[in-house]
């Protein structure tokens, strides 16, 4: 089983560059799909196991994938068999994100039902009845969601009860190609959102509003592959700052979009960090002795629940009581049994998260809950008394790319096990 071992106490120091968007880059190879005439070309593709398992349900669609370093090229020209099976997306979410583009081009989809998973039970009723309303008839067998409707999309209204992220590209996919013009209210506003548009503007798409609370999309006949380079990942340069910011290192990122982060920058800087702009880089600069703070999750621009768990990791290390509310998933609080396994004092109640910070942590034998949990360890691993051993890197290895190598450039103590190419002995 990999490992990732991490001795605490080490300064951080130098550069360290940041990939292409995870979840801006899932969308756009399903929106690739869309496409019936010419390949699309994306660049700045990260390298993360998501994007390998997407390619793999792409291939089983009949599409033409082919990933080289850090482009990937998808021809959908071919005809596309419709069917997304339970063995590729129940591995990732975002895979279901083919219905609105098969429905679009076919009228048809067949895709398994995604499921719950560890953060919340996730459910998909927003994709469906905004479907619904575009004139898709669903019917649930074996486990899947088979959808059909004779001819186009229909343009409709449609409101959506929660700025959901998924359901805002599933739907906005499928308008691209609707009869008509679609209006999406109360729709999601992450910069993955404004990046889904562009791609399918770049397509020939006609996209309004992405950004805004209200999408407007006119209905085209077609749309047409087009090469396309992803937004840097705005949690994994989150992840970063707040690896500066935990072990009191001033640390450099390249390829950052600051716009993307203010609600966490806003925060750094009241706990006492200051983070500085340098053209495409930013500057993490540990400033004062450090504050508590309250944090809450909310839709963007608030506070992104992709960046809470490591938020927490942080905010163990500053002296005083914090809070931290999470109001995006129910269940999003496993990583805190791991961190009390480092001797950390905190408490939850209900969503509520009240962390007694500025006790000495201890390194400790603990399990990656999910993705972002992953990254919160190790980063709570570099400033702990001692050895910690984070496993479970399965959910690390979907949203980060060579993490360990990545903060051992900038001085940490840290080796993974099982990596061949990594045999270092931890001293
Ligand atoms: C691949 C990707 O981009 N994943 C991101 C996306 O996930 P994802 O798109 O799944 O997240 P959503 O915004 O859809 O979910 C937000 C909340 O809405 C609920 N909901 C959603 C859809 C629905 O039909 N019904 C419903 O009740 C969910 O259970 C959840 O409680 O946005 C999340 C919220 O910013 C991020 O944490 C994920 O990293
Ligand atoms: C929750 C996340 O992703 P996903 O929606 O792919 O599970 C995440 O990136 O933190």
Known sequence: ?????????????????????????????TASLLASKNKSNIKNVPRFSDVGILSELLSFIGADVNLKENELVVDATPKLNCNAPFHLVSQMRASMLVMGPLLARYGYCNVAMPGGCAIGSRPIDFHIKGFEKMGVQFTTKDGSYEGRIDGRLKAANIYLDFPSVGATQNLMMGASLAEGTTIIDNVAKEPEIVDLANYINAMGGKVRGAGTSRLKIEGVESLTGCEYTVIPDRIEAGTFMIAGAITRSEIRLENVMSEHLTALISKLEEVGIDIIQDGNDVI??????YKPIKVKTMPHPGFPTDLQSQMMALLTTVEGTSTITETIFENRFMHVNEFNRMSTDIEVDDNRAVIKGGTEMKGARVRAT??????????????????????????????????????????????????????????
């Open 1 to 29: 089983m990999d490992t990732i071992i991490v001795k605490g106490g080490q300064k951080l120091s130098g550069t360290v560059k940041i990939e292409g968007s995870k979840n801006a880059v899932l969308p756009i190879i």
């Open 284 to 289: 993490v600069k540990p400033m004062r002795s």
């Open 370 to 427: 999910d993705l972002r949990a992953a990254a919160s360890l190790i980063l709570a691993g570099l400033v702990s008394d001692g050895y910690t051993e984070v496993t479970e890197l399965k959910h690390l290895d979907r949203g980060y790319v060579d993490f360990h190598l990545k903060l051992r450039n900038l001085g940490a103590n840290i080796e993974r096990t099982g990596d061949v190419s990594d045999t270092t002995v931890l001293s």
